[in-house]
């Protein structure tokens, strides 16, 4: 059945209708489609409906009632479609705030974690959709794997998880502190966590899991070889899970995001280029995420530096400093 002519003042009610509809990012309606405009058919409409009474009707009194009738449609479509929900460790700085940030304005609810409340607390407060907040430091292993699953039960599940607590120290002289709070981070509290979470989406039967690792997982590192091992490890890691998860037969997706240089507090090195700045960054990790790729360069010009770094012999490569 076709819809309704509007009458006069018609396309003033068009016009609130295409509104409307554009701006419900997360209900998937088209201004092309039928059902955007009302149709004799709905219940709502019926209730209303008088041809020759609506066509002769003003045009603001049209317009409130078509508006009602979208509201209606709005609560019915968000029952229907409710928000993706993720969690992204690390949140207070760098790359995860501004991911958590590019989350959600793209209809996310979030849920944000770090050491220090107080940043938590400024970051939601700049959050445009429902958040979650939930102190965290990961170096405590036990404790850190036992707040991610009541912040999983508070947020009443969640689609995304995204590991980016991470530490970068540069050990020139080998201080074993510095080496141990590498690993104690990067490691330790990293297997804890994904672990967590694949135990999630194991039982849930679907999810998705992103780890940033760094490009310095390509190779070892005389500077800092903690880091470069540990992100390594994180890469590895990864796969390991998808690997069970193929073999398990559970619909859960696994992206392994390598950033090159980004700018966050962990880069303060003069030799460092091609910096990215954060909110590029979460833009580019945002579109490998929602492609459900497996792995991404972040820039994406660090594929270059990724290929010659795979390809330069050892005794190349140990000249490095």
């Not at 947020?155 to 991470?166: F, H, K, Q, R, S």
């Amino acid at each position: 059945m076709q819809p309704p002519l509007l009458g006069e003042g018609g396309y003033e009610v068009d016009r609130i209708l295409l509104e409307r509809t554009y701006a419900l990012d997360a209900i998937p309606y088209t201004p092309t489609q039928v059902k955007n405009r009302p149709k004799i058919g709905d219940p709502f409409v019926k209730k209303f409906w008088n041809k020759e009474k609506f066509c002769t009707m003003q045009s603001p009194r049209k317009i409130s009632l078509i508006e009602e009738w979208l509201r209606r449609r709005e609560d019915d479509a968000l029952k229907d479609n409710p928000m993706p929900k993720a969690i992204v460790i690390g949140a207070s700085s760098g790359i995860g705030r501004a991911l958590s940030k590019h989350l959600s304005q793209k209809g996310y609810t979030v849920g944000i974690t770090a050491r220090r409340m107080e940043l938590l607390e400024g970051l939601q407060k700049e959050l445009p959709n429902p958040s979650f907040i939930q102190p965290m430091d990961v170096t405590q292993i036990e404790e850190s794997a036992r707040l991610l699953e009541k912040l999983i039960q508070e947020m009443g599940g969640v689609d995304l998880i995204i590991l980016n607590a991470g530490i970068g120290i540069s050990s020139l002289d080998l201080l074993w502190e510095n080496e141990k709070k590498t690993i104690e981070t990067n490691v330790l509290g990293f297997a804890a966590l994904a672990n967590v979470a694949f135990e999630f989406f194991r039982k849930q039967r679907s999810g998705h899991l992103v780890c940033i690792s760094s490009i310095a997982a390509l190779r070892g590192s005389g500077p800092a070889p903690a880091y470069s091992a540990s992100k390594a490890f994180e890469s590895n890691y990864l796969e390991g899970l998808r690997m069970k998860a193929f073999n398990l037969k559970r619909d859960i997706f696994f992206t392994d995001i390598q950033p090159g240089f980004v700018d966050t507090d962990m880069v303060k090195n003069d030799k460092a280029f091609w910096i990215a700045p954060c909110d590029k960054a979460a833009r580019q990790i945002y579109h490998a995420i929602e492609r459900k790729k497996k792995h991404a360069y972040i820039t994406k010009r660090w594929r270059l530096m990724a290929w010659l770094m795979k390809i330069v012999p050892s005794g190349i490569w140990k000249r490095v400093r």
